[in-house]
């Protein structure tokens, strides 16, 4: 979807943390790996970290009782699991793929419609095949580019089209290497960065290029010689890119320019996250620690410095995608069940980050804790939560829900 950074996934965070605690896991997508075998890295030589610390902001108490408030949007027909959610020009949200009872069961192809005029959901057309795990893009002419992801077989290479004024999907060509959990970016001039994501074994899936018009894909030269787990557009184009993570840090961080596929060193974080989300200032907010420190650790990019810096520390660990909101803030949703031992039912799953006050802040939950879920920013500013798995278990659900920011 349109402003998504987080990689899909096909086994269930929570026991994706679970492993990288008692494994030292060494590589994942930004948010979720592949049920083939992590690709080998090779030692890089980086700049040295380039990190500002401030004195350490005391962390938000936050309260369940916060600002905004949830309700339930219904129920998609069938539960999922790594599917995608892409607002459409009509203000619909298409749900497709995925996966249903867990990361072992066979890929899903159909797709549904949410509308948030009449809250209730619908059949759509089903896509050509299987996607679980992949990405899904709005371009400009309206219309849906979905690609990769698991599919009957295997890790697909397919990519395909959905027209929501025809109701009709298309094919959209194939990318060059076969990928799960990658991501999938919407550049300034229209066309679709596929980068990182897992591959085929031993292999780092080089970065791809989606033009639509001529609806052809193209490898950008250089680009397979890291394993990205992490790509984000930044405000003047340039995506930066951190990967090759060894012992939960990351070896490398670049900066790739999409007109010249030019790739630049650029300065790696103190902590390495597993999510990144562009602020409306030009920053980059990360969270999600992937060693076994400090779980509530965030920090910031500012790429006119090129430098990271620690701020404020979450109010609880949340494992789960983050989004912008109209006024600024971002709101992440998740579980923090097995970051935060004896949290229990009831656990606070959502909070605000408010980078005007730089703090954390608990707001009130949702009704059903979950983890794989989607997010997608409404036209009226409200956010539609859809599917995921219940943790500590793999099995998917149907519910729904909307956060309303109250502002």
Same mark, same amino acid.
């Given at each position: 979807?349109?402003?998504?950074?987080?990689?899909?996934?096909? $086994?269930?965070? &929570?026991?994706?943390?679970l492993?990288?605690?008692?494994?030292?896991?060494?590589? %994942?997508?930004?948010?979720?790996?592949?049920? /083939?075998? @992590?690709?080998?890295?090779?030692?890089?030589?980086?700049?040295p970290?380039?990190?500002?610390?401030?004195? !350490?902001?005391?962390? @938000?108490?936050?309260?369940?009782n916060?600002?905004?408030?949830?309700?339930?949007?219904? =129920?998609?027909?069938?539960?999922?699991? /790594?599917?995608?959610?892409?607002?459409?020009?009509s203000?619909?949200?298409?749900?497709?793929?995925?996966?249903?009872?867990?990361?072992?069961?066979?890929?899903?192809?159909?797709?549904?419609? *949410?509308?948030?005029?009449?809250?209730?959901?619908?059949a759509?057309?089903?896509?050509?095949?299987?996607?679980?795990?992949?990405?899904?893009?709005?371009?400009?002419? /309206?219309? $849906?580019?979905?690609?990769?992801?698991?599919?009957?077989?295997?890790?697909? +290479?397919?990519?395909?089209?959905?027209?929501?004024?025809?109701n009709?999907?298309?094919?959209?060509?194939?990318?060059?290497?076969a990928?799960t959990?990658?991501?999938?970016?919407?550049?300034?001039?229209?066309?679709?960065?596929?980068?990182?994501?897992?591959?085929?074994?031993?292999?780092?899936?080089?970065?791809?290029? &989606?033009?639509?018009?001529? +609806?052809?894909?193209?490898?950008?030269?250089?680009?397979?010689?890291? *394993?990205?787990?992490? !790509?984000i557009?930044?405000?003047?184009?340039? $995506?930066?890119?951190?990967?090759?993570?060894? +012992?939960?840090?990351? %070896?490398?961080? /670049?900066?790739?320019?999409?007109?010249?596929?030019v790739?630049?060193?650029?300065?790696?974080?103190?902590?390495?996250m597993?999510?990144?989300?562009?602020?409306? =200032?030009?920053?980059?907010?990360?969270?999600?620690? &992937?060693?076994?420190?400090?779980?509530?650790?965030?920090?910031? &990019?500012?790429?006119?410095?090129?430098?990271?810096?620690?701020?404020?520390?979450?109010?609880? !660990?949340?494992?789960?995608?983050g989004?912008?909101?109209?006024?600024?803030?971002?709101?992440?949703?998740?579980?923090?069940?097995?970051?935060?031992?004896?949290?229990?039912?009831?656990?606070?799953?959502?909070?605000?980050?408010?980078?005007l006050?730089?703090?954390?802040?608990?707001?009130?939950?949702? @009704?059903?804790?979950?983890?794989?879920?989607?997010?997608?920013?409404? !036209?009226?500013?409200?956010?539609?939560?859809?599917?995921g798995?219940?943790p500590?278990?793999?099995?998917?659900?149907?519910?729904?829900?909307?956060?309303?920011?109250?502002?």
């Amino acid at each position: 979807m349109g402003a998504r950074t987080c990689f899909g996934s096909h $086994v269930s965070r &929570y026991l994706l943390a679970l492993i990288f605690l008692l494994a030292g896991c060494t590589g %994942q997508p930004q948010s979720g790996v592949s049920s /083939g075998t @992590s690709p080998t890295r090779e030692t890089v030589t980086t700049p040295p970290v380039a990190v500002n610390t401030p004195s !350490a902001p005391s962390p @938000s108490a936050g309260s369940a009782n916060g600002t905004g408030s949830w309700s339930t949007a219904g =129920s998609m027909s069938t539960s999922r699991g /790594g599917h995608s959610a892409t607002l459409l020009p009509s203000g619909k949200v298409l749900i497709a793929g995925g996966n249903t009872g867990g990361f072992v069961s066979a890929g899903l192809a159909s797709t549904e419609l *949410f509308d948030p005029a009449t809250n209730t959901w619908s059949a759509a057309a089903p896509m050509n095949r299987p996607h679980a795990g992949h990405t899904a893009t709005l371009l400009k002419s /309206g219309k $849906v580019l979905v690609v990769a992801g698991r599919s009957t077989g295997g890790d697909s +290479n397919a990519a395909e089209l959905y027209d929501p004024v025809t109701n009709s999907w298309s094919s959209a060509g194939s990318i060059a290497v076969a990928r799960t959990s990658h991501a999938a970016l919407l550049l300034r001039n229209g066309k679709v960065l596929v980068w990182g994501g897992f591959g085929p074994a031993g292999a780092n899936p080089p970065a791809e290029l &989606y033009d639509p018009a001529t +609806n052809g894909w193209s490898v950008v030269p250089g680009t397979s010689a890291h *394993f990205i787990n992490v !790509a984000i557009v930044l405000e003047d184009g340039r $995506v930066l890119a951190l990967g090759d993570i060894q +012992n939960s840090n990351f %070896q490398f961080a /670049g900066i790739l320019d999409p007109d010249s596929g030019v790739v630049t060193n650029a300065a790696r974080p103190a902590i390495s996250m597993a999510r990144a989300v562009l602020l409306n =200032s030009g920053k980059v907010l990360a969270y999600q620690n &992937y060693a076994p420190g400090d779980k509530r650790a965030t920090e910031l &990019y500012d790429p006119r410095t090129n430098t990271w810096s620690l701020i404020s520390r979450m109010s609880i !660990a949340l494992f789960g995608p983050g989004i912008v909101l109209r006024d600024g803030r971002v709101l992440v949703t998740g579980s923090a069940k097995i970051d935060e031992p004896g949290c229990g039912t009831g656990c606070p799953n959502a909070e605000l980050f408010d980078p005007l006050a730089g703090k954390w802040t608990l707001t009130k939950p949702m @009704s059903n804790d979950r983890g794989e879920q989607t997010m997608t920013l409404l !036209a009226d500013g409200r956010v539609l939560v859809a599917g995921g798995v219940v943790p500590p278990n793999p099995d998917t659900i149907a519910l729904t829900e909307i956060f309303d920011p109250g502002r």
